[in-house]
Each structure stands twice: as C-alpha cells, then as structure tokens.
Antibody, heavy 122, light 107 residues
Framework: EGQLVESGGGLVQPGGSLRLSCAAS????????MHWVRQSPGKGLEWVSG????????HYADSVKARFTVSRDNSKNTLYLQINSLRDDDTAVYYC???????????????WGQGTVVTVSS | DIQMTQSPSTLAASVGDRVTITCRAS??????LAWHQQKPGKAPTLLIY???TLQSGVPSRFSGSGSGTEFTLTISSLQPDDSATYYC?????????FGGGTKVQIK
C-alpha cells in the first residue's frame, strides 16, 4: 500500500515561497502518478496538482497555475511542490497522495500523507 | 470543471441506523467516483472507488452505488467509529473535484 510523509510547511509572509516534500516508502514510487491536495482551515478538500509516473506530465488547478510547480525525483522516492507568490488563501494543510485507481484520464487517491501545514501571514 | 454537490451537509443518526449520503455531478462522470472518509485532525482515507468497489480493509457496512451523475454512499448500520466527514470525488477528467463534504454525527 505505502506510506507518505510530508515536510517543508511553515509560516511564510505573503509573496514568499516554500518547497514542500513528500517522502514515499513501501511501494514502487516511480510507477504511480502522485498528487497534492490541500484543505484550508475548516473547509473541504481541494486538488492542487498532479504529476504522471513515467512521462512526468503535470496538471494544476487554475487557482495555483503559474505559481506552483510539482516535480518528482524517482531516485529519491520523493515528490515536491514549489509554491511561490504565496497568498493568504494558500493557507492550508497540504497533503500528498498516491494515485491508485484511474479512469485513463485522471485518478483517485488510495494513500494519503499526514499533511504539512502552510500558513501565510504577515 | 465538474462540480460535485453533496447532500446533506450534516446529519445526525443513532448507532445502528442506516445512513445515506448523495453526491451529484454537474456532468456525466460514468462510474469514476470515489468516497473518502476524514476524521477530525486526520488525513482522508479512501473508502470506495469506481462508485461501488470497497477499498481493501473497509468494513462491509459501507457500500456505494450510482453512475452518470447520481451516486450514493450508504452505511448499513452506523457505528460510533463512523463519526467523520465524507467526501465524494470525481476522477473522470481533470481537474479531479470534491464535493463539499457531509459531516456524520452520532446522536
């Protein structure tokens, strides 16, 4: 099944940057698409970004396009999310998730990390 | 983007009750629907995928049904451990989108 552990969250000023990491273990990381999903305080779940397994194709929510960059290092079993130009409404718990079941276009998330908290505030 | 609408947003039921949550998609998503459970302060966990297939380890009191634009999650006999928020999620096409959630409370 697998395990995912996020890190890199913290308190950052508006306009600042952070790089989130997600360390994967107990599964063959290189063969699975991976995603980031966030949850603002007291709110629901919002998909943020995804990256393919082999082709590395990337996808972004419109709300983060051009500010966030997803990447992966299959040699280190690690997923990344570079977040720039942070805004107040980016404050959230950021989860990484393993895509286990797909439609051929997109997928759903069979394993979730515990999340890392990003707080944007001056 | 495909909009997912859940109802009700909250419900309270007694242990042993049958509970049903509805999820509607703004477009036909065929059977590409998942249900996730989230307990307070915890990460979500996958309950059901492909509308009706139980994820490994999920109790059989959970079931899912539907196709196209209308889906349901049913808990056949509510247990105290089922107190949580439930989210539907479509994965027919990008971007994957979630419903607003249904908070299930035990009376």
């Amino acid at each position: 099944e697998g395990q995912l552990v996020e890190s890199g969250g913290g308190l950052v000023q508006p306009g600042g940057s952070l790089r989130l990491s997600c360390a994967a273990s107990r599964f063959t990381f290189s063969t699975y698409p991976m995603h980031w999903v966030r949850q603002s305080p007291g709110k629901g779940l919002e998909w943020v970004s995804g990256i393919g397994a082999s082709d590395g194709a990337t996808h972004y929510a419109d709300s983060v396009k051009a500010r966030f960059t997803v990447s992966r290092d299959n040699s280190k079993n690690t997923l990344y999310l570079q977040i720039n130009s942070l805004r107040d409404d980016d404050t959230a718990v950021y989860y990484c998730a393993k895509e286990e079941y797909g439609s051929g276009n997109c997928g759903t998330f069979g394993v979730w990390g515990q999340g890392t908290v990003v707080t944007v505030s001056s | 983007d495909i909009q997912m609408t859940q109802s009700p947003s909250t419900l309270a039921a007694s242990v042993g009750d049958r509970v049903t949550i509805t999820c509607r998609a703004s477009q036909d998503i065929r059977g590409w629907l998942a249900w996730h459970q989230q307990k307070p302060g915890k990460a979500p966990t996958l309950l059901i995928y492909e509308a009706s297939t139980l994820q490994s380890g999920v109790p059989s009191r959970f079931s899912g049904s539907g196709s196209g634009t209308e889906f349901t999650l049913t808990i056949s006999s509510l247990q105290p451990d089922d107190s949580a928020t439930y989210y539907c999620q479509q994965y027919d096409r990008y971007p994957p989108t979630f419903g607003g959630g249904t908070k299930v409370q035990i009376k």
